[in-house]
């Protein structure tokens, strides 16, 4: 069967919309090495953003290719697994006398988000192999693990004095890490459901949430993180009754 010679524009959309998340990984990373770390972060939440519209647009658009599972992958290996590890080490770890315990720390998130993005990709040509069951993630997905990476340098620009416990950092970065891997179920937000009765009051939270993101957002984000964890144990709970 040919390869057709044309094709429609609609088709791009996806994939320029995930060349536009690598652009905001690397701009994360450049920000963070010029000192503009508050820059660096908003870089990495736009790729956060542009992870979850470049799918919705495919799935909208009918236009889901191999090509783009593929590129949308190595997007999510740098955005999520390279650009916030960097991020964490420029700002907490670079000229220190524990840079090498952080940059060890650094280089297991990064082989455990390879190695999830690896079996992701597996997922899709074997059936015995998933990352998806039953409305819960096993493990926790790239974007979740970059927020939860980042939650040292949240800490660090919400006030808190931290720079006492470089070693602990690296142990929650490690442990952070070892969740993307790991089997754990996680609750999913694309199959979560309310009743039609809550609904307005899912709307207001989503108003306020928004407002805490643009007014306090570092505190908003560590509040995020620690909720996220606390439902682990719940999740698991929920997946194995």
């Given at each position: 069967?040919?390869?057709?010679?044309?094709?429609?524009?609609?088709?791009?959309?996806?994939?320029?919309?995930?060349?536009?998340?690598?652009?905001?990984?690397?701009?994360?990373?450049?920000?963070?090495?010029?000192?503009?770390?508050?820059?660096?972060?908003?870089?990495?939440?736009?790729?956060?953003?542009?992870?979850?519209?470049?799918?919705?647009?495919?799935?909208?658009?009918?236009?889901?290719?191999?090509?783009?599972?593929?590129?949308?992958?190595?997007?999510?290996?740098?955005?999520?697994?390279?650009?916030?590890?960097?991020?964490?080490?420029?700002?907490?770890?670079?000229?220190?006398?524990?840079?090498?315990?952080?940059?060890?720390?650094?280089?297991?998130?990064?082989?455990?988000?390879?190695?999830?993005?690896?079996?992701?990709?597996?997922?899709?040509?074997?059936?015995?192999?998933?990352?998806?069951?039953?409305?819960?993630?096993?493990?926790?997905?790239?974007?979740?693990?970059?927020?939860?990476?980042?939650m040292p340098v949240f800490l660090h620009?919400?006030?808190?004095?931290?720079?006492?416990?470089?070693?602990?950092?690296?142990?929650?970065?490690?442990?952070?890490?070892?969740?993307?891997?790991?089997?754990?179920?996680?609750?999913?937000?694309?199959?979560?459901?309310?009743?039609?009765?809550?609904?307005?009051?899912?709307?207001?939270?989503?108003?306020?949430?928004?407002?805490?993101?643009?007014?306090?957002?570092?505190?908003?984000?560590?509040?995020g993180n620690l909720l996220y964890l606390?439902?682990?144990?719940?999740?698991?709970?929920?997946?194995?009754?």
């Amino acid at each position: 069967m040919s390869t057709p010679e044309r094709i429609k524009l609609r088709h791009l959309v996806p994939s320029i919309v995930t060349v536009f998340a690598i652009c905001a990984g690397l701009t994360a990373v450049r920000m963070s090495l010029e000192g503009h770390l508050q820059a660096s972060l908003y870089f990495i939440l736009l790729a956060v953003f542009l992870d979850a519209a470049d799918g919705k647009l495919a799935r909208f658009l009918d236009t889901a290719s191999p090509f783009g599972a593929e590129l949308d992958s190595l997007a999510d290996f740098f955005n999520f697994g390279i650009a916030p590890g960097l991020v964490v080490y420029n700002t907490l770890y670079t000229g220190t006398e524990h840079s090498s315990a952080g940059w060890l720390a650094v280089l297991i998130l990064a082989v455990c988000c390879a190695l999830r993005l690896a079996r992701f990709n597996l997922s899709t040509h074997r059936p015995d192999v998933t990352l998806k069951k039953d409305g819960f993630f096993v493990g926790v997905p790239a974007p979740a693990l970059a927020c939860l990476a980042l939650m040292p340098v949240f800490l660090h620009l919400s006030g808190w004095e931290n720079t006492d416990w470089p070693l602990l950092r690296a142990l929650y970065i490690i442990g952070v890490g070892l969740l993307a891997v790991s089997t754990i179920p996680t609750f999913s937000i694309k199959h979560a459901s309310i009743r039609r009765a809550h609904l307005p009051f899912a709307v207001v939270g989503a108003v306020v949430l928004v407002v805490c993101l643009v007014v306090y957002p570092w505190p908003t984000l560590i509040a995020g993180n620690l909720l996220y964890l606390a439902t682990l144990p719940f999740s698991y709970r929920a997946f194995h009754s």
